[in-house]
Structures are given as C-alpha cells and as structure tokens.
DNA sequence: ATTTAACCAAGTAAAACAGTCAGCTAATCG
DNA sequence: CGATTAGCTGACTGTTTTACTTGGTTAAAT
C-alpha cells in the first residue's frame, strides 16, 4: 500500500473543490495557487479522478471541474483509490497468491489493515471535511491569502474578487 | 507513509522467531528458505532491528537470531517503524509544516489516519499472531515443506530434523 | 479571432524498492 | 590449528514510482 503527495493532493484537491461549491466551476488554476500543488500534476490526478465519476469538466473560458455528486455522497476512500489504484495493505491484492501461489504467513494481519484503513477513510465525507473547524480555519486563511496575492498582482480589479472570496 | 514488502518481511521474519522460538537461536538461511525471502535481503532488515533492539544475534555455528523481549512485548507497529521508518500518513511527519510553513487543508485528516493505523497496528503482539488460528496453520505447512525439501537435499539423515520440526 | 482552460502524450530527475555480490569477522568443531 | 558456519557490512544494480515539466490540441466563451 502507499499513501503519499498523490493520493494527499487529490484528497486536498477534492476538499478545496467541495469548500468554494457554489461559485461555478472551479479551474485547476485557482486550486493550483491556493493549494500549492503544480499545475500540471493536477491535470493528471483529475483525468482519473474525471474517469473514476467524481468529478465533472466544463470547457472553455470560466470554466472549471465541480463535484459530480454532492459532498456527502464522496469519501475519502474512494478519491484515493481513484488516483492510487486502492488502498490495499496486502501484497497479493487480497488474492492470498503471497508465498508461490499459497497464503503467507501474515496474510491475515494485512487483510485485517486493509479494511481497518479502508473503513476509517470511506467513513468519512467531503461533506464532514467541509464542516471541521481545522478545515474552515486553513480554507479561511488560504482565500485570504489568494485574494492578497490578486490584489498584489494586479492594481486595481482585485477587490472585487476579494468580496467574492468573503 | 508507505507499507510494501520490505514492512511485510519484516513482520513475516519476527513471526517466524517467534514461531520458532525455544530451539534456540534461529538463522537467517531458515527463514529465508520457509519464507521465501531473499538471505541477503534479510540481512539488512535484520540490521535494522538489531539497531533497534529488536532482535539479538549470535554468531559462529549454531547461531542466527532470537528476539530481544517475550513476544507479547513486541508490537508490529514497531517492528515496521524499525525496517521503514515510520507508519506516517502525512507528508510532514506532523509537524503541521505542509504547505509553506503552514499546515495545509489536510493536515488533520492524515494526523487521524496515522494515529488509527498506529492504534491498530500498535495493539496486536507477535504473542497475539502466534496464537492466531490461521497463522498456526500457515506455519505448519511450512514447517512440513521444510522437512520435505531436507529429504529431498540430503539423503537420510533429514529424518533426524524432520523430527524437530515437528 | 482571440482567449480561456480543459485535455493529452511524452519525457525526466530523483528517490525508493528489492535484491545481488563480494568480502569481512566471530564463534564453534574436528 | 584450520575449516566451517553464520552474522555483519558496504557498494552496487535494475526496476518502478513519484512529482513534475514541456509542448502541444481541442472546445467553448467574448
């Protein structure tokens, strides 16, 4: 099994995603900046996550991805698999083939984490993400500072993206 | 965090000891040949645990390993910890450093899952698998096919270790 | 017609994984 | 004693994965 940046950016990405629902779509820009995750890498985590039905694209100018379900009809689980190819602790993908084609002697063990990790990660939606204050704290101060940087980057126009992000 | 063959192994090798445990000290060739495990690649692993205390060696004939501590104090977790460094889901080491010096969207969550694996991995004893059923019957198999291979190596005086294994 | 932003393919540097190879040292046994 | 056993060590190798870049094409809005 491995949980790294990959499986970590799509869950971010997918929670930054469920936090400004509501504007329209979102581009991979803005989660880009406010994320820190390059541009790129993000386009490659949403073909799968598009592939795997979480997520939907619309093309073209103000155009963006939004959750294809709503918030609590997406966990955790699930975004990771989608990118990481599951989340499974085994080294035979629960088939038991470990030892030439028998069951190793820990097969179990790793069965028993896999559906430790795999129930604790599913049990838990975008939507409980959403309502943690942990979660609104960071999302708060991350628009804060998007909305800084606009503000720098540009003269003027800025403020009125900085109500929106209010 | 990452949990490949290299944690597995690790595992696999301590239940072996401690499976074994009570004909003295265990070599590295014998497990290797029960699990299937590269000798050299043992090798390695066991300097890890040698260094953190897990293992305790004796050289020259009739050597190998033995555990440092009774079964029921060994925990898995640690015996992961000792081989891979760590069973961290966050990409800090939680530290809360993730994105720029701040913590970023994520953060807690990843805290959370480490602390579950962690608890998981943590409560369960080399003495808690060696009684476990399935194990049991793994290691029996084993034990058989071993004396099997002796008999086919050797001519007769395998039957002499047949015994032992038994 | 131009801009926006999704989409796609290929390539890359660095790391980790899984394992090999060669040689060393300490202990035992004949 | 000297041969054997088995732990110990370092360096090295092929492969895969990670995280990311480059350089495009296509669809939709202005």
Redesign the pocket.
Known sequence: M?L??????AVTAMLDLALHEGRG???????SERQG????????L??KL??NDL???????????QLSREQGRINVAEVIDAV?ESVDAT?CHGKGDCQSGQTCLTHHLWCDLSDQIHAFLSSISLCDLVKRKDVQEVALRQDRERADQLIMSTGEPASAERKAAV
């Open positions: 491995r790294t940046t990959k499986g970590r950016y779509p979102i581009s991979l820009a803005d989660i995750i390059s541009l790129s890498y993000l386009e490659q949403f073909a598009r592939r997520v939907r694209s619309v093309r073209g100018p103000g155009g963006g991805y990481n080294g």
